[in-house]
Structure formats: C-alpha cells, structure tokens
C-alpha cells in the first residue's frame, strides 16, 4: 500500500533538546529504574544485564551501555504485512500512514444519534468501513464487541476483524491464552505457523503502566508475541499531570525511558522484530481528572515524540485527530486538525484517531469526515512542487496580460494530479446556492457516505477452506478460554 510521500521536517524541538531528553530517559532508567511484575521478564532482563535496584520490588536499573547497546541493535523501520499483500504497509521514514482509533468500548450511534455500548455486528461495519476508506492503511479495533461473553471479548473481536478487512490487522491480547487462540487464529489463516512467522497480518502491542511499570500480564503477552514473529508495538500512555511530570520535557523524557525499557525486553527474544515508537503522551485536566485532548500542546508532544523515535530510527505512531468536544461542532473540526497537523508536519509514519468521537466511543461518520481531514493534512505535507513546467513560464506567456487560464491544457493536466484539493465532503457552495438548497450539516453528509460504503464495498472474502479453519480455531479456543474463566 502506497504511503503519502511526506517531506516535512518540522522541529518543535532543537537536535540539543531532542538529546537533552535522551539523555535524560538514560538517568532515569540508570537510576530510578523500570518495575517489571513478570518473573520471566524480570529473569531475561537480568541476563541481558538489567541490575536489581537496591530498594524497590521488581524494579531493574539499566546501566547505560545496555541501553545504548540495544539502541544499536533497533531494526531501521519495517513493513507490516495484511492479508492480501497488495496491502502491506512498508514504513521507511519517507512516507505517512493512519489508522483508527483503537478499542472503544461503545459507538455513537449512527441512526440514533445516542452513544451506546458496542457490539459484534459495530465491530464488522467499522472494520468494513475502514477497508474502504483511502487514509485508513491498516484496520484498527475502533470498537470492541461488548455484547460476547468477557472472555471471548478478545477473540471475537479480533475474528471480526479477520472477516472484515484484507488490510493489516492492530490487535490486541489481554492474557497469554487469548495470544494462544490468536496465534491458532493467525495460522488458520496464513497457512500454518511458519508461514504467519514469515507474513504476520496482524499486530499486537504492549502498553507499560505510567510511570516505570510494566505489568505481569503485558510482559508475558509481549514475550509470547515475540517468540512468534508477532509484532508487537509499544505504547507508553503517561498522563503530563498525573503519571507523568506535567512539564512536557519531563514526560517525554519519561515516556521515552518507558518505551526503551519495553525494547529492551523484545530484544531478549529477538532484537530484528518490529515494533513501532508509539508514544501516547497526554495531559490531565486538573480540575475534573479527565484527558485532554483538543489541546495545542498535544500536538506538540505528538510532533516532538516523531523526532525522538526517528533519533532511533524507529516508526513513529503518535496521536492524530482527536478532540475534547461533546457534539458536532466548530470545536470537533478545530482541535482535531490542531492535534494532527502538527506531528504530520513533522514527518509522523504514522497517525492515529480516525473514528474517534466522544469519550470512549466510536463513529463511523467521525471515521469518513476524519478520512478527508487526514487527506487535507497529506496534501499540506506533501507541499510545493517546484520544478519547469510548474513554474509555467511558457503558459503564462502565452495567456499574457488580461487573459485567463481556464482553456488551458496546463490547467486541466495539474486539476487532475491533485494540485488542488478540493474535498467532495466539504460543504464549498456558494452562501446563495446553499440557503436555497438548504444548508446542509457535515455529519448528515459524512451519514450518507457511511451508508454508501456500507451497502456497496466488497471485502477481499476469505478462502472457503480457510474459513472453515478460521472458523474451527475461534470455536475450540473459545472452548478454552470458557473453561478456565
């Protein structure tokens, strides 16, 4: 799948600051160490070099050759495969990707207008939503399916998702044996397990708990992973304020050394595996304990993270479109590009958020109006090309003074390579025109479009035999994860 070139190299933060911050997640994880509550993790560590801390429970100390030497051993970039292989997505650091979203465990409802919890049949129309849409490169659990007994949570979900997109898969895994069901579910799929080694079609991740602490269960999902070939990102989420320093310099410093200290632990099973920087730093309201997210410094750190995890040359996955508000808005469109443009601009490989709405809860018709915002965002990073023919000297000379270029083959040529981007979503009538049709909101349009994609697009189907297969896998893990809820 083809990226947006992005040449943009925004800095928000100077080579020294980037430095001083990397310095900084050095001390800290020299110091103050990382808790790891997974004797496995704790063991592997430890042979890797890792030390006790003198005081502190679980906690390990990295002196700064074993973290320097692991930033050696970061694997440039890599490419996430999908099902269908014309869908892969190759990170290289020249190109933008996005995607959803991830794991709501509600949706605003499109005919209703309310927000309510989701279901298997939300998580089949979202990922087929996201196979259609353009700016969706891989397909994300926007919602999970809340209407499946807890256990199967997982797997039903994930299976959905399978079912519904031939584009890579962002899972996730809770415990160990739902990684057990996935991997049977993966194999089932690919053809056997050597051939998900070779082309994993999804992804799993890793989430330490803000500040220092990776717990138990995320350890033994990441090491399970690992052992299989599996991707497995790693995404810090320290709150400025709250789990973190609410100086932006500090949490960033610490994300970073949450984020090492996860790298590290990959690395005792296999230091080539792919993972992205998926830093997830946010800021607390003080007043209310919530998230802030339609914040001008959010896009900030988001932009300042991309040039930290390309110091180490890694992927850089950070917030995109996002917003604080509660209904559809001026403030829904203004803090969601405020959030994405930023880190776009900056070179971000890719960015998250689409068919995020309101808190906890998924849109379909967020996720269309965010598929043209994120197309506005890559037109702006892509910029000015500058080159003969474009400059046009021999057109405008023979237009001359007084007339126009209308007629101009040179007009139509740059219309249609997209020199001008002009959203069929977005509302561009003229005032008259649109009082006498009738002004027309943008999630009404963003409704219809859903409805569109929804009865029209044809998901890549599933081999019949690999159905079957598929289909066998989810129902005897299922049995097991029943078993020994």
């Not at 990707?97 to 465990?105: M, Q, S, V």
């Not at 609410?246 to 996860?262: F, I, R, V």
């Not at 890694?314 to 405020?338: C, H, K, P």
Request: aromatic share 4%; glycine share 8%; charged share 25%.
């Amino acid at each position: 799948m083809q990226g947006i070139r992005n040449p943009a190299r925004l800095k928000v933060l100077s080579d020294e600051q980037v430095d001083a911050i990397h310095e900084a997640s050095l001390t800290l994880l020299e110091r103050t160490g990382a808790r790891f509550d997974s004797p496995d993790a704790v063991r592997r560590l430890r042979e890797g070099g890792a030390l006790d801390h003198p005081s502190r429970k679980n906690v390990l100390t990295f002196p700064r050759s074993v973290v320097e030497d692991a930033i050696r051993k970061i694997p440039r970039y890599a490419t996430y495969c999908a099902r269908d292989p014309k869908n892969d997505v190759t990170f290289d650091g020249e190109h933008s990707f996005a995607h959803a979203l991830g794991g709501n465990p509600a949706i605003l409802d499109a005919e209703t207008g309310e927000i309510r919890s989701s279901t298997l049949a939300d998580v089949e129309a979202t990922t087929r939503l996201q196979d259609a849409l353009k700016n969706c490169h891989t397909a994300s659990p926007l919602v999970v399916a809340t209407d499946v007994p807890g256990p199967l949570l997982v797997i039903k979900t994930v299976e959905a998702m399978i079912r519904n997109t031939s584009k890579c898969v962002p899972g996730y895994a809770l415990r160990t044996p739902e990684v057990d069901v996935l991997l049977e579910m993966g194999a089932a799929v690919a053809g056997g397990r050597e051939e998900l080694r070779r082309r994993p079609f999804f992804t799993l991740y890793g989430s330490p708990s803000s500040p220092l602490t990776y717990d138990g269960h995320v350890c033994d999902v990441m090491l399970l992973a690992a052992e299989h070939g599996i991707p497995v990102d790693i995404v810090p989420c320290p709150i400025a304020g709250g789990t973190a320093p609410l100086s932006l310099a500090g949490g960033l410093a610490q994300q970073n050394a949450e984020l090492l200290a996860g790298v590290m632990l990959l690395q005792t099973v296999d230091p080539k595996l792919p993972s992205q920087y998926s830093g997830r730093l946010s800021l607390l309201d003080l007043r209310s304990g919530k998230n802030l997210w339609g914040l001008p410094e959010l896009g900030l750190v988001s932009a300042a993270t991309v040039q930290i995890a390309h110091r180490y040359h890694m992927t850089a996955d950070v917030y995109g479109v996002t917003t604080d508000a509660n209904g559809w808005d001026l403030q829904i469109g203004l803090e969601r590009m405020i959030a994405a443009l930023p880190p776009a601009l900056a070179g971000a490989d890719n960015l998250s958020g689409i068919g995020g709405a309101w808190e906890n809860a998924g849109s379909l018709e967020m996720a269309v109006i965010d598929d043209e915002i994120y197309e506005d965002v890559f037109r702006m990073v892509r910029g000015i090309e500058v080159d003969e023919d474009r400059l046009a000297l021999d057109v405008i000379d023979k237009v001359g003074p007084m007339g126009n270029f209308l007629a101009q083959r040179h007009t139509m040529k740059y219309l249609r390579e997209g020199e001008m981007r002009n959203s069929p979503l977005w509302d561009k009538r003229t005032m008259d025109r649109a009082r006498q049709e009738g002004i027309r909101p943008i999630q009404d349009a963003a409704r219809e479009k859903v409805r569109r994609i929804l009865q029209e697009h044809a998901v890549t189907p599933l081999d019949p035999d690999v159905d079957r297969e598929l289909t066998r896998a989810v129902t005897e893990g299922a049995k097991r994860l029943l078993k020994a809820a």
